[in-house]
């Protein structure tokens, strides 16, 4: 990350913080989805600090009735090869996740392979390759599944499995 103006700042991973219906289930859900454990967990909140791909992983439960557990589009983490898609699936599969696949798909005019989990909240999470990149806006599935006059409709870029 940088500016013109100032030094560049080197950006040391992303956060996401989501909001959970109950944090004790959602731990255990990233602990398998993860592979490890939680460096942090307190009443209602619990973070994970992921090496690879660099994540820091916030989770904050909102207890029903006190406020909306906000609605992602989906989160993902980008890997190298197809290979790699289907390593993280297997070890998912193995910590008793359900999987679900999209290999050769037309996503964000690209072509991906990918699977796919969710979390006990619905949050979905993609693990995906791009095969090939800058398809042309003609293509049938602009974007996970949304044509591409849907996409101008929605006024979205963003990818969307729903």
Known sequence: ?????ANPVQALKA?????????ERSIEFYRKMLGIE??????GYAKFDVQNPP???AMNEIPAGEGKLSRLSHLGI???????????K???????????????????????????????DGNEWEVFVVLEDQLPETQSAGCCGVDASQMVQLGSSVCSTK
């Open 1 to 5: 990350m940088s500016n013109e103006n």
């Open 15 to 23: 956060h996401i913080s989501i909001n959970v219906s109950n944090v």
């Open 38 to 43: 939680p460096m942090k967990v307190r009443t």
């Open 55 to 57: 994540l820091n992983l």
């Open 78 to 88: 980008q890997v190298a090869s197809t290979e790699d898609v289907l390593a993280i």
């Open 90 to 120: 297997q070890r998912w599969e193995a910590a008793g996740l359900s999987t679900r696949d999209e290999m050769q798909t037309s996503c964000c005019y690209a072509i991906q392979d990918k699977t796919w989990v969710s979390d006990p």
